[in-house]
């Protein structure tokens, strides 16, 4: 009897898109079992490929700039009058260099970009995909794009990035969108300001020194009470999920917005839930396996589906640095880790395509029957 295995996997950053992840699994896989390939995105990099792949809609090129504000190449998926965005393709820190990274200067701008490129191919919704961005800016280059620049108190325009925001007064003009609908797609719950701010807990790998924390989480509070006066809104600064993506969640909340699970989003229109229900063994993974994988990203969304209807469910990853109790009690069965297999990170880095399926091969001995 053959064993029914599902694999879906998010990204491996830096390496491997989620699609090219299920299929290294699945290449991998030595016994004739039926496997079920579903690449999924929790609303970072990946989000527009991997819908773009189950969804019959059209993507749409669009020219974007990225955090710095030079040329790149983005998309819109097209389906139906809802458009389908991803922040990190204008906004994503894998865009830069280590030495690029610098929340105080990085922008939003392109993400503002691919919204009006929607807008303009007749989109009655956009629902944007956030994660993995380079930016601290709060939306305000994505607010500048659209029409809406944040102005000092003489009404100058500011400088792009999220240490400029300190100068806040207002916005000069008001975002273009036609009164469409608006989604953030996200699953992280932080607040905008705060010891769990979009700052403090995200500012550190996107370049900011710890005096820059203190600074950009000013910031982003001052520019807060701006975007509640002009949007007449409140409690902006402790909405969950205004600090997604260096708070472009905030953002968009402020624009009427409504933030919405990335992966539960995902899981839906790909029909995960269906799939779930008659899997016999379930496979996800990312590069990173650690504690915020299991604070409502793709790993933690899948394992816990898995274990409310008692399926086990392994996780292949580059590296693991999670505990065995911790990620047992989110319904993770066995954690394999690619730096584990090889004894190297770099060869981990290097070739994760041959070392997951070697992983597959090995799993496959274990679980088919």
């Known amino acids: 009897m053959c064993v029914r295995v599902l694999i879906c996997p998010d990204k491996f950053a830096g390496t491997l898109s989620a699609p090219d992840v299920a299929a290294a ?63 990190a393709q204008a906004c994503g820190l894998h865009l830069l260099t280590k030495q690029e990274r610098n929340p105080n200067t990085t922008t939003s701008y392109g993400l503002g970009l691919l919204m009006m490129a929607a807008v303009e191919a007749g989109a009655a919704e956009l629902v944007i995909g956030l994660g993995g961005s380079a930016v601290n800016d709060g939306g305000a280059g994505m607010l500048a794009a659209l029409g809406a620049a944040p102005v000092d108190v003489a009404g100058y325009a500011l400088p792009y990035g999220g240490a400029a925001l300190a100068s806040a007064a207002a916005l000069g003009g008001a975002p273009r969108l036609r009164e469409v609908r608006l989604v953030a797609a996200t699953d992280v719950d932080n607040p905008l300001t705060g010891l769990h701010g979009a700052s403090k807990i995200y500012g550190p790998q996107k370049g900011a020194t710890e005096e820059d924390v203190f600074r950009l989480d000013a910031a982003l509070e001052q520019f807060a009470g701006v975007l509640e006066r002009a949007f007449g809104v409140t409690d902006l600064e402790v909405a969950p999920g205004g600090g997604a993506a260096g708070g472009i969640g905030a953002a968009l909340i402020a624009l009427g917005g409504r933030v919405s699970s990335g992966i539960g989003l995902v899981s839906t229109l790909i029909g995960l839930e269906k799939e779930l229900d008659t899997a016999d063994l379930v496979i996800t993974g990312e590069g990173s396996f650690d504690h915020q994988s299991l604070r409502g990203k793709v790993v933690a969304g899948i394992a816990n589906g898995a274990r409310d209807r008692g399926l086990p469910c392994v996780v292949v990853c580059g590296r693991n640095e999670t505990g065995y109790r911790e990620a047992a009690s989110a319904g993770v069965t066995e954690t394999l880790s690619l730096t584990e297999h090889f004894g190297s990170e770099e060869t981990a880095l290097s070739e994760p395509a041959r070392g997951l399926r070697e992983l597959a091969e090995r799993l496959s001995s274990q679980w088919s029957r």
Do not use: C, H, K
């Open 25 to 87: 699994v699945a290449d991998g896989w030595a016994f004739p079992d039926e496997l079920i390939q579903r690449p999924l995105s929790d609303g970072g990099p990946g989000f527009v490929e991997v819908l773009a792949a189950a969804l019959s809609g059209t993507v749409v090129p669009v020219e974007t700039v990225d955090p710095l504000g030079r040329p790149a190449a983005g998309e819109v998926l097209m389906a139906g009058n809802t458009a389908y965005i991803e922040s």
